[in-house]
């Protein structure tokens, strides 16, 4: 018998009994639970905000709990009755970047955040944890929840039009990007699609996404603005958008973030997603990207190519930047003294659960900075803001500059993983 056959009849068990535990404990559609994370630089609270039933769930039927343990933060879903763990993902947040800023020492702020998990049959207890200075997960919130309470929300998300650049297989088979007009007018739409169906070409022109085309699904959401482009604050220029993205966060002309992310959740709600991707319509540089939130980015600038495929590394994968010499507003933003949790990153406390398995023999570790060892795995002092103490792959990598062509081995072995699990 042809051994691609046996394959296939030997993996079929194993993804029918998958969906069938889903089907046991979910519905193929989502629970949004909202939530403020509010504090300062010491001290983080979550405040409930509402709880709502969307019509979809784009999410693997099979992969249900987190293996890669990324992320400032994570939520757990838990069986009530029986105390199993049903769901979990790890995620970053625009909340835990600030509470390292000089403004998070003197004042208090929240942030807008969603746990989105599939609907559950039966009640369940949602955890949400914060990573610790020490590397470890906290609990800072828990709750009930009863799917049959009739406060849950189950009002019908508007109904957007959006434009199917890549369809390529089921949702929950494939990752699903959702990009978002932002500073679009209902007059520009055209050009918004024309942009979502250029940057979504520029993800697939670069490795490993462009052999990863197939198990990708792309939708352009035609979400209009009163005004075209978006605030500078440093420029006194404030427009009137649908998700009030903005640049000057923190005080960096160049980042370009929203806070408004109840109104993004509600647009995005009304086609299956796995991940938000917000196309700002701009010729100015800029972007941001957390992991498993959103990233951000505009539409027509020189390098909107490379920064596009930048921010997914971030939101997509969790990398981390690997540059070291660029101004941002962080203070204390790495403890030297673990392994940090991006897969791109190490400071060698925890060097054997990273890439040491990638470097030739011949390789020193730490890797000096020379041409001698350009496009050479190794450990080269410089990331992640900081020049001393915390070591990236190589020399340089998307997730470093402009100038590099390309993920790094590291990067894409990490890229690849992502794909694969949101693909079972």
């Known amino acids: ?45 979550v405040y409930p905000q509402q709880i709502k039933q969307e019509p979809h769930w784009a999410g693997s039927l099979i992969n249900l709990t987190d293996t890669f343990n990324y992320g400032s933060y994570r939520f757990q879903v838990y069986d009530f009755e029986t105390g199993n763990l049903l769901y979990s993902k790890g995620f ?47 609990s800072i919130f828990e709750t009930e929840i009863d799917p049959a309470n009739y406060f849950i929300l189950k009002e019908d998300p508007c109904p957007y039009d959006f434009v199917v650049i890549e369809k390529n297989g089921k ?18 739409m055209d050009k918004f699609v024309d942009d ?14 462009k052999s990863n085309r197939e198990k990708f699904n792309v939708t352009a959401l035609l979400t209009p603005s009163v005004d075209s482009g978006t605030d500078i604050p440093g420029e006194n220029i404030y427009k009137n958008t649908m998700f009030n993205a903005t640049f000057y966060t923190f005080d960096l002309d160049r980042y370009l973030t929203t806070s408004d992310m109840k109104s993004i959740y509600d647009a995005a709600a009304s086609v299956p997603y796995d991940h938000i991707y917000i196309l700002v319509n701009s010729e100015r540089y800029g972007g941001g990207g957390f992991y498993n939130f959103l990233s951000v980015c505009t539409s027509n600038n020189q390098l909107t190519k490379e920064v596009f495929v930048h921010e997914f590394g971030h939101g997509f994968a969790g990398l981390g930047d690997e540059y070291y010499n660029s ?34 023999l011949a390789t020193p570790v730490p890797t000096p900075r020379e041409s001698k060892f350009s496009g050479t795995v190794g450990v080269f002092e410089g990331g992640g803001y900081l020049a001393k103490g915390i070591y990236s792959p190589v020399m340089d990598c998307r997730m470093k500059s402009n100038n590099a062509k390309e993920f790094c081995p590291v990067c894409t072995r990490a890229i690849q993983q992502v794909i694969d699990f949101h693909c079972k």
């Open 92 to 138: 970053s947040t625009l909340f835990q970047e600030w509470q390292t800023t000089a403004e998070a020492k003197i004042t208090d702020r929240t942030f807008y955040q969603a746990a989105i998990f599939p609907f559950p049959n039966n009640k369940v207890r949602l955890s949400i944890e914060a990573r610790q200075w020490e590397g470890n997960f906290k």
């Open 327 to 360: 101004s941002v507003a962080y203070e204390d933003f790495y403890n030297l003294e673990i392994e940090p949790w991006e897969p791109n990153l190490t400071t060698l406390v925890e060097f054997d659960n990273k890439w040491k398995q990638m470097l030739d």
């Open 196 to 209: 979502a169906k250029r940057v979504s070409g520029y993800l697939f022109d670069e490795e490993p996404f």
């Open 1 to 45: 018998m042809n051994r691609k056959f046996l394959f296939i009849l030997f993996l079929f068990p194993m993804i029918t009994i998958g969906q069938e535990s889903f089907s046991k404990y979910f519905q193929k559609k989502s629970m949004r639970f909202d939530f403020l994370l509010g504090g300062n630089s010491k001290e983080v609270t």
């Open 171 to 188: 949702p929950e088979e494939k990752v699903d990007l959702v990009i978002l007009a932002e500073g679009y007018t209902a007059e520009e």
